[in-house]
């Protein structure tokens, strides 16, 4: 069932070039090449690689620089700076990386130390290294010893704040500190996946953000018309289930899961072994590229499949590498099916890829976002990318069924954020009373809207909404909260505000409201089905449709935005498996805090005097449970004060 159906326009905006050969993308990232730190966030596919080109050159011809240094995570990865033809396009330069001064390829660590800083001390201007290369060369150097240079950080999101535990984030503060460097930074994805931010937000504000959307990417294509985020559950093993779910007329990547993993049978070659039996029957395998033909059972067509994972001969499996990225990424019919485990996610290009099934729940959306990225690429012949995850249901007769639990509810949020990236972006706009202008497109106006008020929250919104809204949907406790199991009110008015506060310290409490209202309004709008009637738009919240032009904030804020959540899995499993989720989600429910209580109890005076009696904690009504809940916990809370006051009044006393 798919969570997430977006349709695109193929405008074909983000593709077309201008007279220096510069995509859309290219062109705003070239447009502040001036400013020293450059952060640049686009999606897969979006050029990023030639954009640095572009913006190095520029800094090496025009602005003083004297080399570039550009770091990959992985050695495969470095072909997508390798030398290239800028002029051919109209650019004044071209792109060189000399055979020397690739250092990812073959050969060992120390010998490409040796390198960069022979690099470093002689005349050449650009080098390509892999990010361990240049930690364990920066081991070596002071930090002076980039100065005038240009350091370019791919997959950017791999640095983290946390300078201890992390060698690319404590080198990257080191040589901003200590040198005149200039760094161009560049990811795909800006969530780590755990709660270390990848900058300090002292450290981010040196950085000049250049944000180019998913929606302007793939809305901007030539071929790709829509994208489908769905799930599959499925109960016992995974190899049992993954033929309902093998699409084998759509060009496929499969990521099977971490041995680790719970829903691993620790057996990574026997699930191999297992998904090959569900296509059908092996008729041979190439002993120079790797690829096994496969006859299939339905049709009897063969199906030409790479397995990434069987790692025991490293020659076969470079041999099948090597195909892959010179021949499979350019011919279409040179694969149909890749099976992988920790492979073909990051920087890995099939440009025909269509379908990303991936099994098992991902706790990193930086990994979410980069599996979804191989399929979301442009290609003749692709109309339709989907990224199907394979969940297993939680079983009562399991020991960790609370876990099997949050990665169900996470893995569906997961993509309602992906949902939230994904879709057309709308600015938000105070309607005022004597408001009668027509609102041009992409602008919705809001009854009791707080606009952003400082430079501050005005670049947070811009640049860091999506971000934001990822560490909202990984907090523990707003998980639970999204499955609908507390009040929506406290949802946007209290769990949300506490997130915004701790990862924006500097945020005062205005600024905070009118973030706060930014995400609540956004999301709400985003996952709202919207119709047109004649010449109104209608917009379906709280189970009903709402004129858009009679919107205001306290509506808004009377609807979870991510409770869908839990719809969703609700239309997904059988009746008694929904019955384990909703006992788990109770039992581990939200503990009640003085600040939800305090924003429910006039809520719950009024429900006491329409109802005429006092909520019942035994109540099967989730609503009346959570007031009695909060009644109890505001009762304890006025005996431990009465109790206080009369030991202080004793000591006075004594």
Same mark, same amino acid.
């Given at each position: 069932?798919?969570?997430?159906?977006?349709?695109?326009?193929?405008?074909?905006?983000?593709?077309? #070039?201008?007279?220096?050969?510069?995509?859309?993308?290219?062109?705003?990232?070239?447009?502040?090449?001036?400013?020293?730190?450059?952060?640049?966030?686009?999606?897969?596919?979006?050029?990023?690689?030639?954009?640095?080109?572009?913006?190095?050159?520029?800094?090496?011809?025009?602005?003083?620089?004297?080399?570039?240094?550009?770091?990959?995570?992985?050695?495969?990865?470095?072909?997508?700076?390798?030398?290239?033809?800028?002029?051919?396009?109209?650019?004044?330069?071209?792109?060189?990386?000399?055979?020397?001064?690739?250092?990812?390829?073959?050969?060992?660590?120390?010998?490409?130390?040796?390198?960069?800083?022979?690099?470093?001390?002689?005349?050449?201007?650009?080098?390509?290294?892999?990010?361990?290369?240049?930690?364990?060369?920066?081991?070596?150097?002071?930090?002076?010893?980039?100065?005038?240079?240009?350091?370019?950080?791919?997959?950017?999101?791999?640095?983290?704040?946390?300078?201890?535990?992390?060698?690319?984030?404590?080198?990257?503060?080191?040589?901003?500190?200590?040198?005149?460097?200039?760094?161009?930074?560049?990811?795909?994805?800006?969530?780590?996946?755990?709660?270390?931010?990848?900058?300090?937000?002292?450290?981010?504000?040196?950085? #000049?953000?250049?944000?180019?959307?998913?929606?302007?990417?793939?809305?901007?294509?030539?071929?790709?018309?829509?994208?489908?985020?769905?799930?599959?559950?499925?109960?016992?093993?995974?190899?049992?289930?993954?033929?309902?779910?093998?699409?084998?007329?759509?060009?496929?990547?499969?990521?099977?899961?971490?041995?680790?993993?719970?829903?691993?049978?620790?057996?990574?070659?026997?699930?191999?072994?297992?998904?090959?039996?569900?296509?059908?029957?092996?008729?041979?395998?190439?002993?120079?590229?790797?690829?096994?033909?496969?006859?299939?059972?339905?049709?009897?067509?063969?199906?030409?499949?790479?397995?990434?994972?069987?790692?025991?001969?490293?020659?076969?499996?470079?041999?099948?590498?090597?195909?892959?990225?010179?021949?499979?990424?350019?011919?279409?019919?040179?694969?149909?099916?890749?099976?992988?485990?920790?492979?073909?996610?990051?920087?890995?290009?099939?440009?025909?890829?269509?379908?990303?099934?991936?099994?098992?729940?991902?706790?990193?959306?930086?990994?979410?976002?980069?599996?979804?990225?191989?399929?979301?690429?442009?290609?003749?012949?692709?109309?339709?990318?989907?990224? #199907?995850?394979?969940?297993?249901?939680?079983?009562?007769?399991?020991?960790?069924?609370?876990?099997?639990?949050?990665?169900?509810?996470?893995?569906?949020?997961?993509?309602?954020?992906?949902?939230?990236?994904?879709?057309?972006?709308?600015?938000?706009?105070?309607?005022?009373?004597?408001?009668?202008?027509?609102?041009?497109?992409?602008?919705?106006?809001?009854?009791?809207?707080?606009?952003?008020?400082?430079?501050?929250?005005?670049?947070?919104?811009?640049?860091?909404?999506?971000?934001?809204?990822?560490?909202?949907?990984?907090?523990?406790?707003?998980?639970?909260?999204?499955?609908?199991?507390?009040?929506?009110?406290?949802?946007?008015?209290?769990?949300?505000?506490?997130?915004?506060?701790?990862?924006?310290?500097?945020?005062?409490?205005?600024?905070?409201?009118?973030?706060?209202?930014?995400?609540?309004?956004?999301?709400?709008?985003?996952?709202?089905?919207?119709?047109?009637?004649?010449?109104?738009?209608?917009?379906?919240?709280?189970?009903?449709?709402?004129?858009?032009?009679?919107?205001?904030?306290?509506?808004?804020?009377?609807?979870?935005?991510?409770?869908?959540?839990?719809?969703?899995?609700?239309?997904?499993?059988?009746?008694?498996?929904?019955?384990?989720?909703?006992?788990?989600?109770?039992?581990?429910?939200?503990?009640?805090?003085?600040?939800?209580?305090?924003?429910?109890?006039?809520?719950?005076?009024?429900?006491?005097?329409?109802?005429?009696?006092?909520?019942?904690?035994?109540?099967?009504?989730?609503?009346?449970?959570?007031?009695?809940?909060?009644?109890?916990?505001?009762?304890?809370?006025?005996?431990?004060?009465?109790?206080?006051?009369?030991?202080?009044?004793?000591?006075?006393?004594?």
């Amino acid at each position: 069932m798919n969570i997430v159906d977006v349709t695109y326009a193929r405008t074909k905006a983000s593709v077309n #070039t201008d007279a220096l050969g510069m995509r859309e993308m290219q062109q705003r990232v070239f447009a502040k090449r001036d400013a020293q730190h450059l952060l640049v966030k686009a999606p897969p596919a979006s050029g990023k690689s030639r954009a640095l080109m572009f913006v190095a050159l520029d800094k090496l011809y025009n602005q003083g620089r004297k080399k570039v240094i550009v770091a990959v995570p992985e050695r495969s990865i470095g072909a997508s700076f390798s030398s290239t033809k800028l002029t051919l396009q109209g650019f004044f330069a071209d792109w060189e990386i000399k055979d020397e001064h690739n250092l990812c390829d073959a050969g060992s660590s120390q010998g490409k130390v040796g390198a960069f800083i022979d690099f470093l001390e002689g005349p050449d201007a650009t080098l390509v290294c892999t990010h361990a290369t240049l930690r364990f060369a920066f081991e070596k150097l002071a930090p002076d010893a980039f100065n005038g240079t240009v350091l370019a950080i791919d997959e950017f999101h791999h640095v983290s704040a946390n300078t201890e535990a992390n060698r690319l984030g404590a080198l990257l503060r080191e040589v901003m500190n200590g040198s005149d460097v200039h760094i161009v930074a560049m990811t795909g994805s800006y969530f780590r996946g755990d709660s270390v931010p990848v900058l300090s937000a002292e450290d981010e504000a040196r950085f #000049t953000p250049v944000t180019f959307n998913y929606y302007d990417q793939l809305n901007g294509y030539e071929y790709l018309h829509s994208l489908g985020i769905g799930h599959h559950f499925y109960q016992g093993r995974y190899t049992d289930a993954i033929g309902e779910v093998l699409l084998l007329d759509k060009k496929t990547i499969v990521h099977i899961p971490n041995v680790n993993s719970g829903e691993s049978t620790k057996d990574k070659i026997e699930e191999v072994g297992f998904i090959i039996d569900a296509i059908g029957h092996v008729e041979a395998t190439d002993p120079e590229t790797g690829i096994i033909s496969i006859r299939r059972k339905d049709t009897g067509e063969i199906l030409r499949v790479a397995d990434l994972v069987d790692d025991t001969d490293q020659k076969k499996r470079a041999d099948t590498l090597h195909y892959l990225a010179h021949v499979a990424s350019k011919e279409r019919d040179g694969v149909d099916i890749i099976i992988a485990l920790g492979m073909a996610k990051e920087g890995f290009d099939w440009p025909f890829a269509e379908h990303a099934l991936t099994v098992g729940y991902r706790a990193s959306l930086t990994e979410v976002i980069q599996i979804i990225g191989r399929v979301t690429r442009d290609s003749p012949g692709k109309e339709h990318a989907q990224f #199907t995850n394979l969940i297993a249901e939680p079983d009562a007769t399991q020991s960790e069924v609370k876990v099997s639990v949050n990665n169900m509810l996470k893995a569906i949020t997961a993509s309602l954020l992906m949902e939230q990236v994904l879709a057309q972006n709308f600015t938000f706009k105070t309607k005022r009373t004597d408001d009668d202008d027509v609102t041009p497109p992409g602008i919705i106006k809001i009854k009791g809207f707080k606009e952003p008020s400082s430079e501050r929250v005005k670049q947070i919104v811009e640049t860091d909404l999506n971000d934001l809204k990822a560490t909202i949907l990984q907090d523990d406790t707003f998980a639970k909260a999204a499955a609908g199991s507390v009040d929506p009110e406290t949802t946007n008015k209290v769990l949300i505000p506490k997130i915004i506060r701790e990862r924006y310290p500097d945020l005062d409490e205005t600024q905070v409201e009118e973030l706060r209202q930014q995400v609540i309004v956004d999301s709400v709008i985003k996952n709202g089905e919207v119709r047109e009637v004649g010449d109104k738009r209608f917009i379906k919240m709280a189970e009903k449709f709402v004129n858009i032009d009679d919107i205001n904030i306290n509506l808004i804020d009377s609807v979870n935005p991510f409770q869908r959540a839990f719809e969703v899995i609700s239309k997904s499993v059988t009746p008694s498996v929904l019955r384990i989720i909703q006992d788990t989600i109770t039992a581990t429910r939200v503990e009640v805090t003085e600040e939800e209580a305090l924003a429910l109890f006039p809520k719950i005076q009024n429900w006491v005097k329409v109802a005429g009696r006092r909520p019942n904690v035994r109540s099967e009504e989730p609503t009346e449970k959570r007031y009695a809940e909060v009644l109890l916990f505001l009762q304890r809370k006025k005996q431990e004060h009465q109790a206080a006051q009369r030991a202080m009044e004793m000591a006075e006393e004594a």
